[in-house]
């Protein structure tokens, strides 16, 4: 007689199995895998370890960093008006609720892809140490630095709601799960006319972190859909269509950024109707921004494009699909998953490239680097490695961190796996 069979919910055979880290046979693998590597890792540790003694013996011990805990919040926002911040974190909550949003809904989805193709997505503590721990630590030095309870307390109540909101993500129906999206860029959108609208501050007063990150998400938002345009474009069948698109991605991505940059901060405005009010120099910036991503994600999706095989369209086609279903519901999903790396590098790239608006008087994280040590506490006392060396560890801490990510859901959605 056989035993009877036990079926378990959902979310017990839905869960995969954990993993486990065996650090001697990581190192085996990673570091002494063959005879010519174990010599490259007996010759290079001790420099390694050398060179990492030195920077945390820096980091805690010779660095001073009162030039840091004394202008905190004019790296964080430049010259923003300080009775004026309660916008930014208003700012900042909306965002955290819409990304925290968007964050469960992309994970409970590719998390249901992942169980749907008998996929493994259960990750150790150690992963999530190796991604979550950079961010956070980098957070809490902030707090520290500002030696006040307020902003503690305000950063606690704006990770709780994006939390809150990522959890509740996790309950919403796979019908509702396509308005996220649209519900995160209206968040976007809200957030910086909460900072700029109804009597608030002008963006030619932002500065600091605040002006980059602006420059990275708005151009992001606009960019990634506009580059897909122009990808779809380039593939047309209608040959107008195809070779406008390919010469506006082939004039931006052979133009330098900071060639681009200079044409709209000089040019630009001579090329506007007499009556036609000029932009300001923050909006200029920004289209430029745009502008120069859109075409680097049209070049990255029409690679993803051309990976999808041909037999996926013709499955299509004999399903009846229109060829904008085809495009939308089965190719392009496709193409988008295979080129998650390229797009998360784009952005990563936008992210540091953003340092470039100093050329053009912009007051960015790193123009406020150069300009703190101008102070007359500070004056030709040696401080600005110190504040160089904050403001590229606030770079490597983000551009880490979307790496991880990518990362992540690359393993979620399988990319690479057949």
């Known amino acids: 007689m056989s035993a009877p069979v036990t079926t378990g919910t959902g979310a017990d055979t839905a869960r995969p199995p954990q993993r ?6 990581w190192v085996r693998d990673n570091l002494f895998p063959t005879p010519f590597n174990s010599v490259l890792t007996l010759v290079f540790a001790p420099l390694v370890v050398w060179a990492t003694w030195r920077f945390a013996r820096f980091l805690v011990v010779s660095a001073r960093w009162e030039i840091v805990e004394t202008n905190l919040t004019l790296y964080v926002v430049g010259g923003f008006p300080r009775e004026q911040l309660w916008r930014l974190w208003l700012a900042l909550t909306i965002l955290a609720a819409v990304f925290g949003l968007l964050g469960g809904v992309v994970g409970v989805t590719a998390r249901e892809a992942a169980v749907a193709a008998g996929r493994t997505t259960a990750t150790t503590r150690w992963d999530r140490l190796a991604r979550l721990g950079p961010p956070a630590l980098l957070l809490l030095v902030l707090l ?26 996790r309950r919403i129906p796979a019908a509702l799960r396509r308005a996220v999206p649209l519900i995160t860029v209206a968040g976007v959108v809200v957030s910086l006319y909460s900072i700029s609208s109804f009597g608030g501050v002008p963006r030619d007063e932002w500065g600091g972190l605040l002006i ?37 991605v082939e004039f931006f991505r052979g133009s330098p950024l900071i060639t681009l940059l200079f044409t709209g901060w000089l040019v630009l405005p001579f090329f506007l109707p007499a009556d036609f009010p000029t932009p300001t120099l923050v909006t200029r910036a920004l289209i430029i921004f745009i502008l120069f991503t859109s075409a680097y994600v049209a070049e990255i999706v029409r690679g993803g494009l051309q990976a999808v095989g041909r037999g996926q369209w013709e499955a299509a086609q004999a399903l009846g699909l229109s060829p904008w279903k085809q495009t939308r519901l089965i190719v392009l999903p496709q193409a988008l998953r295979a080129v998650i790396p390229g797009l998360v590098g784009q952005a990563i790239s936008l992210f540091k490239d953003t340092t470039l608006v100093l050329i053009i008087g912009q007051q960015d994280l790193l123009a406020i680097a150069q300009n703190v040590t101008k102070q007359d506490e500070f004056l030709g006392q040696g401080y600005i490695i110190e504040s160089l060396v904050f403001v590229g560890i606030v770079y490597w801490v983000a551009s880490y961190w979307l790496s991880k990510e990518s990362q992540r859901l690359e393993v979620r959605l399988g990319v690479g796996q057949r």
């Open 212 to 248: 980059t990150m602006y420059y990275t998400i708005g151009a992001l938002v606009v960019s990634y859909p506009v580059g897909i345009l122009f990808a779809l474009g380039r593939r047309s069948s209608l040959p107008m269509v195809r070779w406008v698109c390919g010469a506006y």
């Open 20 to 25: 486990r880290v065996d650090p001697a046979r």
């Open 144 to 169: 520290g630095f500002s030696r006040t309870f307020t902003p503690l307390l305000l950063t606690g109540a704006v990770v709780a709601i994006g939390l809150s909101l990522s959890l509740v993500a």
